[in-house]
């Protein structure tokens, strides 16, 4: 059964420190994995595409790693700020799929 | 480009009702999504269209619903005889089809949150 699964939870950090949330996803074939951030409220936003081929990539503050052989992404969050609080979902393609497999996001919440 | 929009943003109605939601697509796409998200868990696909043609459906969309995208611009999702376990955000999404294999990602609307008294 294709799965995408999420750690932690959820997150409390304070304002400036850094955070890495976790993603294992049990899916195939594998086409693409994104990370999506979703403010309470509004609908998901995308932050970064990963495809299989690619390790890492940075948008700004956000970094993403994918480690394919072992079916497990990360983001990677430095220098946090209020508004970094949100869920952060991790989304998979498979590939010949048009619809997206969907984790159940890690809430986080950052505190000043 | 004004993103995805989708009315009404709340709808609140008693249980056996039939409640109507709207989503307007970006609009040089060709491809619109549907999904329903409960609290704390990420969205779940209902349903999508390529132009006017509903390619796919989810069995989490039951007989009381119907999705449709008449013309191959908005989209409505009707829901009938709603139940208290409808009560959920339900997201509309759309994308371009290049027609190449390639992924454009899908642009996500704010949603319809409904509750079911």
């Known amino acids: 059964k294709n799965q995408v699964e999420q750690s932690p939870q959820s997150l409390i950090i304070l304002e400036g420190k850094n955070c890495t949330l976790q993603?294992?996803?049990?899916?195939?074939?594998?086409?693409?994995l994104r990370w999506y951030k979703q403010d309470t409220g509004r609908g998901p936003v995308s932050l970064t595409i990963?495809?299989?081929?690619?390790n890492t990539k940075s948008n700004g503050r956000y970094t993403a790693t994918l480690d394919a052989d072992t079916k497990q992404s990360s983001l990677h969050i430095t220098a946090s700020q209020l508004s970094d609080s949100a869920s952060y979902i991790c989304v998979v393609r498979s590939g010949g799929y048009n619809k997206l497999i969907f984790g159940a996001g890690t809430r986080l919440a950052v505190h000043p | 480009d004004t993103g995805v929009s989708q009315n009404p943003r709340h709808k609140i109605t008693k249980r056996g009702q039939n409640v109507t939601f709207r989503c307007d697509p970006i609009?040089?796409?060709?491809?619109l999504y549907w999904y329903r998200q409960t609290l704390g868990q990420g969205p779940e696909f209902l349903t999508y269209?390529?132009?006017?043609?509903?390619?796919?459906k989810s069995r989490l969309l039951s007989d009381r619903f119907s999705a449709e995208r008449p013309k191959g611009s908005f989209s409505t999702l009707e829901i009938q005889r709603t139940e208290q376990g409808d009560s959920a955000m339900y997201l509309c999404?759309?994308?371009?089809?290049?027609?190449?294999?390639?992924?454009?990602?899908?642009?996500f609307g704010d949603g319809t949150r409904l509750s079911i008294l």
């Open positions: 269209f390529q132009n006017e043609a509903q390619l796919e």
């Open positions: 609009s040089e796409h060709n491809r």
């Open positions: 999404a759309s994308s371009l089809s290049l027609g190449t294999g390639g992924w454009q990602p899908q642009h």
């Open positions: 990963m495809t299989f081929s690619e």
């Open positions: 993603c294992n996803y049990t899916v195939s074939p594998f086409s693409n």
